[in-house]
């Protein structure tokens, strides 16, 4: 059974740091690119990032380019997400999600195939 | 990048309705559009994949159609189980971009 389980949420002042983790299992992790989402309480879902199963590949949403880093440990089926400069508008429930995809003639395209449960992070004083 | 809007961002229906929630691109997106549902407090599920193809596990009362910019999720006939809020994403081009989520809820 695939699973990816989030940690790492916590309550974080402004300006602040904070690493979230997300193990898999249930699957090779390490052929397989993973992307971080995020939900703000009561809102919409919002891509954040994502990183291709050799981590050679990287990209970021404009709203936390410079602030956040993806990266991955095939070795311990781990995806990261280092978060820095922490704003209020941060706060959200974070989730990971695996990537099934194909490569064609006009390029690489993926979905999110399975998703995290979550771990909330909170910004606030 | 690329803009989705989804119609209409919240519907009342009956068990038994049959029910078409629209999704629009911004841009031609060819057929890499998904579909998700997410419950109250929990996780979003991947229902449809490549605008038409249910993932693995999904009932087939779930059905997607569209090409190009305008997509459609259907539910041939809603079960209680299935009042939640849907979002569609385009996967053509990073940035990846959801719709703002259609919530179905019981009349």
């Known amino acids: 059974e695939v699973q990816l389980v989030e940690s790492g949420g916590d309550l974080v002042q402004p300006g602040g740091s904070l690493r979230l983790s997300c193990v898999a299992s249930?699957?090779?992790?390490?052929?397989?690119?993973v992307n971080w989402v995020r939900q703000a309480p009561g809102k919409g879902l919002e891509w954040l990032s994502y990183?291709?199963?050799?981590?050679?590949?990287?990209y970021y949403a404009d709203s936390v380019k410079g602030r956040f880093t993806i990266s991955r440990d095939n070795a311990k089926n781990s995806l990261y997400l280092q978060m820095n400069s922490l704003r209020a508008e941060d706060t959200a429930v974070y989730y990971c999600?695996?990537?099934?995809?194909?490569?064609?003639?006009?390029?690489?395209?993926?979905?999110?195939?399975?998703w995290g449960q979550g771990t909330l992070v909170t910004v606030s004083s | 990048d690329i803009q989705m809007t989804q119609s209409p961002s919240s519907l009342s229906a009956s068990v038994g309705d049959r029910v078409t929630i629209t999704c629009r691109a911004s841009?031609?997106?060819?057929?890499?559009l998904a579909w998700f549902q997410q419950k109250p407090g929990k996780a979003p599920k991947s229902l449809i994949y490549?605008?038409?193809n249910l993932q693995n596990g999904v009932p087939s009362k779930f059905s997607g159609s569209g090409y190009g910019t305008d997509f459609t999720l259907t539910i041939s006939s809603l079960q209680p189980e299935d009042f939640a809020t849907y979002y569609c994403?385009?996967?053509?081009?990073?940035?990846?971009?959801f719709g703002q989520g259609t919530k179905v809820e019981i009349k």
């Open positions: 490549a605008a038409s």
């Open positions: 999600t695996r990537d099934e995809g194909f490569c064609g003639s006009s390029g690489c395209y993926r979905w999110a195939d399975y």
């Open positions: 990183i291709s199963h050799t981590a050679e590949v990287a």
């Open positions: 994403q385009q996967y053509n081009s990073y940035p990846l971009t």
């Open positions: 841009q031609g997106i060819s057929n890499y």
């Open positions: 249930g699957f090779t992790f390490g052929s397989y690119s």
